[in-house]
């Protein structure tokens, strides 16, 4: 027979519940691609017209 604790086995931390989503929507997501990606494009146009 398996030996069981008789009392609960929960943690005793509450910071072992998982933590909340980085951004809460896909739309968030959407446009912190977005703007990266602009950022990027903008970046390398002005190293590209510093260098030419």
Same mark, same amino acid.
């Given at each position: 027979?398996?030996?069981?604790?008789?009392? +609960? *086995?929960? +943690?005793?931390?509450?910071?072992a519940?998982?933590?909340?989503?980085?951004?809460?929507?896909?739309?968030?997501?959407?446009?912190?691609?977005l703007?990266a990606?602009?950022?990027?494009?903008?970046f390398? *146009?002005?190293?590209?017209?510093?260098?030419?």
């Amino acid at each position: 027979m398996p030996n069981h604790p008789a009392h +609960s *086995t929960e +943690s005793p931390h509450p910071a072992a519940e998982p933590a909340p989503p980085l951004l809460p929507s896909w739309r968030a997501w959407y446009w912190l691609v977005l703007g990266a990606l602009a950022a990027e494009v903008a970046f390398f *146009t002005y190293l590209t017209r510093l260098f030419a």
